[in-house]
T-cell receptor
Framework: NAGVTQTPKFRILKIGQSMTLQCTQD?????MYWYRQDPGMGLKLIYY???????DKGEVPNGYNVSRSTTEDFPLRLELAAPSQTSVYFC??????????????FGPGTRLTVL | TQLLEQSPQFLSIQEGENLTVYCNSS?????LQWYRQEPGEGPVLLVT?????EVKKLKRLTFQFGDARKDSSLHITAAQPGDTGLYLC?????????FGTGTSLTVIP
């Protein structure tokens, strides 16, 4: 199993450009998450999905969109990139069976810089 | 927003020393997790604690969940260079996880 894979690993965007961060998992997990990690700020949840066709906002959803058409894929879309979106983005997946049972498996991250 | 504060933010110790990292919040969590993250990689789960007052041991690492399920601690005995990394706590409520600010640990040989 490859686990959770993310592409690209690095990207530089100009202000106003758009892009999609790709995330794929091969563990048949029902839950998937997108986080951003800023220096000294820990991880913040952007969006999450409890299954194909179902998504919900996390703590910091503004400026992002997601979709989940399949169990495996959970892309994150930035429509109008802003410098405040410079960060490292992590995708994670888990098999949710109730409180205390969730183990999130993280991808290697995408380092995004907006200039 | 459910804030989790970790202390200390940075810690540099000699090999063989003991240390404790704290994770505190004013919110109650259903469960709490500890992760370790190495540079350029995603976090990796170390442990999940669920019951107030619960203590779990993982070799030289001891994790405790506060009685009120608002705080947690991680104690490392006889630290080794391989323990170097960023330690993150994460509180779970519903389907969401709220991560702490992290403790960067460096163990000097």
């Amino acid at each position: 199993n490859a686990g959770v894979t993310q592409t690209p690993k690095f990207r530089i965007l100009k202000i106003g450009q758009s892009m999609t961060l790709q995330c794929t998992q091969d563990m048949n997990h029902n839950y998937m998450y997108w986080y951003r990690q800023d220096p000294g700020m820990g991880l913040k949840l952007i969006y999450y999905s409890v299954g194909a066709g179902i998504t919900d906002k996390g703590e910091v959803p503004n400026g992002y969109n997601v979709s989940r058409s399949t169990t495996e894929d959970f892309p994150l879309r930035l429509e109008l990139a802003a410098p405040s979106q410079t960060s490292v983005y992590f995708c994670a997946s888990s098999y949710w069976m109730g409180r205390g049972t969730d183990t999130q498996y993280f991808g290697p991250g995408t380092r995004l810089t907006v200039l | 927003t459910q804030l989790l504060e970790q202390s200390p933010q940075f810690l540099s110790i000699q090999e063989g020393e003991n240390l404790t990292v704290y994770c505190n919040s004013s919110s109650v969590f259903s469960s709490l997790q500890w992760y370790r993250q190495e540079p350029g990689e995603g976090p990796v789960l170390l442990v999940t604690v669920v019951t107030g007052g619960e203590v779990k041991k993982l070799k030289r690492l001891t994790f405790q969940f506060g009685d009120a399920r608002k705080d947690s601690s991680l104690h490392i005995t006889a630290a080794q260079p391989g323990d170097t990394g960023l330690y993150l706590c994460a509180g779970e409520n519903g389907n969401q996880f709220y991560f702490g600010t992290g403790t960067s640990l460096t163990v000097i040989p």
